[in-house]
């Protein structure tokens, strides 16, 4: 029942994403312009730092 | 009106201080809450204990400066009403629906989560505490989003008309106010610019701890996020101002020949004025430096359009003005009349030109007896102050593409892993920290100095839009405001650098808060 539910939740989710992608790139295209360059900023970001993990855990190389 | 003069400005005076010191902080908020929602999206994903320590620590940070960017703030919504009450009169109807929808909605959304982000560590859940840490990003952007609508609509009126009626502006599409070009591009773009701010800030900070050789491991995982939040935002923001530069400069061209001080129209190619020193009384460069053939494509995205300059701007406002005033005449006569069938016909085939019969007001109080002296002082009128608009454009593009280049630097010694090679960097980067705030005060210097004579563009002129105070009132509070904005940038300046000092307390935990996030945790895994 978890799982039906949570599926639902990420279905409605992506229900509104379009919906939202519709309205936002008929008349708002900054506004969706801001949306992905924003996800898509904090995504790289997140991504390029943990990556200095990765490599400290294969090199334990203490440079920075 | 020599004593109406002096009360204007000085309000305009206090609303570009307490604008300009609230400012200082709002940048930081916007991107601040951004940055730490991806150190705290980090932590979930890795569930690397440091990226907690780091979000915590920056999020102090962020808390010393939003709780003075509210403080700043709050003044200013009530200055539209005591300093600015015929503009909160004229435009109340439009003007006040964003600001409204800021107020309970993305000012509640964004003040409500603060306090569970910065006290639900240990009590929330990792995936709740960051849900929440995305809700602050979105309420401090959304804040910023409803101002930069009401912003937008003073800069380029869309979605309503005036009603000789009622003789205010009144909404006519919410719709067209939201999704206004103009309201979109500064949004955006301001947004943008709090994320680099942001990103300099947290680089700086963190270039300095590396550089004593503290807290390292939060240090350098800092500095790698903000670099690459930084860079990317930095490029964002350069071209989206040109996407801004390109819409407002179509709605004000006023504005554009100021920003590029062009006295005669430039035909194509034009060159681009480097530097120059504008001399508004002569209508001309007493010097200036151009690169050729650049304004054109810059300014126009063409490469044959011409760009219109003083010279033809205050020919066509004189024409404006003129055809404008049988517009105020009519409307005067429908206050007393307003079945006067002749002059609502009158009214409507002028209207559009009733802000500037406006202007010439300033100089006779029956427009229809204005000279034609008077028309071309009100004409002249129209052109903002060339020199302050000309040099601020310059200082904001100069220290974005510094900053841009700085924040490469920062991408390609991070990402190397050679910055500890390169200690001129970590020095330089805290003498960075103000670079951003200097940016998006010129921003503002430009959009706001370069909007004038206008508070709504081609509608309300500011020697009307004041309220009719005393001079003596607005001296005393405008002493008063900028004391106590004084006193609060000393108090955020004081509490960042007692924080910063202190740093991170790593390897301290709490262990009930531990067992809790641990329990939390297991639950989140499951899920």
Known sequence: ?64 | MQELDTVIELSRLQFAATALYHYLFVPLTLGFSVLLATMETIYVITGRDIYRQMTHFWSKLFAINFALGVATGLTMEFEFGTNWSTYSHFVGDIFGAPLAIEGLMAFFLESTFVGLMLFGWGKLSRGKHLLVTYMVALGSNLSALWILIANGYMQKPTGSAFNPDTMRMELTSLPDLIFSPEAQAKFVHTSIAGYVTAAIFVLGISAFYLLRRRHIELAKRSFRVAALFGVFASIGVISLGDALGFINGGAQPTKLAAMEGLWETAEAPAGFNLIAWPNQEEQRNDFEVQIPYLLTPLVTHTFDESIPGVNDLVAEAETRIRNGIPALSALQTLRENPTDAQARATFEAHQDDLGYALLVQRYVEDVSQATDAQIAKAAADTIPPVAPVFWSFRVMVATAFLMMAFLILAVIFSLRGTLHRHNWFLRLAPWMIPVPFIANEAGWVVAELGRQPWTVYGQLPTWLSASTHSVGYMIFSLTGFVLLYSLFIVVEMYLMVKFIRLGPSEGKHDAHADSVRQQHSSQWSEA
């Open chain 1, 1 to 64: 029942m978890k799982q039906i539910l949570l599926f639902l939740f990420w279905l409605l989710l992506a229900v509104v994403a379009i919906a939202l992608t519709i309205v936002l790139g008929e008349r708002g295209a900054w506004y969706f312009a801001w949306v992905l360059g924003t996800v898509m900023i904090v995504l790289i970001a997140a991504a390029g730092t943990a990556i200095i993990d990765a490599r400290y855990d294969e090199s334990h190389d203490d440079h920075y």
